[in-house]
């Protein structure tokens, strides 16, 4: 609950925990994305401390702190390159500028993508099923550059966006891509939507191996 989420670290941890969760990243919603009440770098820095707390509280789970990083409009991300390395892992999302054209739209992503610190990018159409088009992007030239870069792309398990589609996710894993599987859970119940992300991930013919998150 740092940012949009109503779930607290620890009721978040415990029902990971009932889940059989092995680990859990805590990925709010960056300085930018104000409309979400992303956090500004000192508030991010205290949610750094209250994860590493907590993680020390429960033997039965690893909690690691990320942060969901705005993509910005020149493709540069939300935070400094010094405050991203103290992150466990970052994702990075395009959350406005949806009206680029193509070309502008494929190269912002891209760019973000060259920043050593991303590991992910999140939901990388920014389709929300029956309310939002994909906005314009070359697909495929991101998956090669996800390839070249070794950055993971997201299958956002919500049932709103289900992004990527099963086609892009086949494309990708056909490339050598690999994908995380995450449930955009901003509350214990949706951290139950993974099921719908492995649903699609099957459609594809998805293997464990090219999943970050079946990884130890």
């Given at each position: 609950?740092?940012?949009?989420?109503?779930?607290?670290?620890?009721?978040m941890a415990e029902a990971a925990i009932s889940l059989g969760y092995e680990y859990l990243v805590f990925c709010d919603h960056s300085q930018s994305l104000r409309v979400a009440n992303g956090l500004p770098p000192a508030r991010l820095k205290e949610k750094i401390k209250a994860v590493?707390?907590?993680?020390?509280?429960?033997?039965?789970?690893?909690?690691?702190?990320?942060?969901?990083?705005?993509?910005?409009k020149d493709g540069s991300l939300d935070y400094e390159d010094d405050l991203l390395a103290e992150l466990d892992f970052v994702v990075a999302?395009?959350?406005?500028?949806?009206?680029?054209?193509?070309?502008?739209?494929?190269?912002?992503?891209?760019?973000?993508?060259?920043?050593?610190?991303?590991?992910?990018?999140?939901?990388?159409?920014?389709?929300?099923?029956?309310?939002?088009?994909?906005?314009?992007?070359?697909?495929?030239?991101?998956?090669?550059?996800?390839?070249?870069?070794?950055?993971?792309?997201?299958?956002?398990?919500?049932?709103?966006?289900?992004?990527?589609?099963?086609?892009?996710?086949?494309?990708?894993?056909?490339?050598?891509?690999?994908?995380?599987?995450?449930?955009?859970?901003?509350?214990?119940?949706?951290?139950?939507?993974?099921?719908?992300?492995?649903?699609?991930?099957?459609?594809?013919?998805?293997?464990?191996?090219?999943?970050?998150?079946?990884?130890?």
């Amino acid at each position: 609950n740092y940012s949009d989420g109503r779930g607290t670290i620890e009721s978040m941890a415990e029902a990971a925990i009932s889940l059989g969760y092995e680990y859990l990243v805590f990925c709010d919603h960056s300085q930018s994305l104000r409309v979400a009440n992303g956090l500004p770098p000192a508030r991010l820095k205290e949610k750094i401390k209250a994860v590493r707390a907590a993680d020390e509280k429960y033997g039965e789970i690893r909690l690691l702190c990320g942060s969901e990083v705005d993509i910005l409009k020149d493709g540069s991300l939300d935070y400094e390159d010094d405050l991203l390395a103290e992150l466990d892992f970052v994702v990075a999302s395009v959350h406005t500028s949806f009206q680029l054209k193509e070309k502008e739209m494929t190269e912002r992503i891209v760019r973000a993508m060259n920043n050593p610190h991303v590991r992910t990018v999140g939901h990388p159409t920014g389709r929300i099923l029956n309310r939002r088009e994909p906005y314009e992007v070359d697909v495929s030239h991101l998956i090669l550059e996800a390839k070249a870069t070794n950055t993971a792309l997201e299958l956002n398990s919500y049932p709103d966006r289900l992004d990527l589609a099963v086609p892009y996710v086949r494309e990708a894993i056909n490339a050598g891509v690999r994908i995380t599987i995450d449930t955009d859970a901003h509350d214990e119940t949706a951290l139950g939507f993974a099921k719908f992300g492995v649903t699609q991930a099957r459609r594809a013919w998805v293997e464990k191996s090219s999943v970050i998150n079946c990884l130890p």
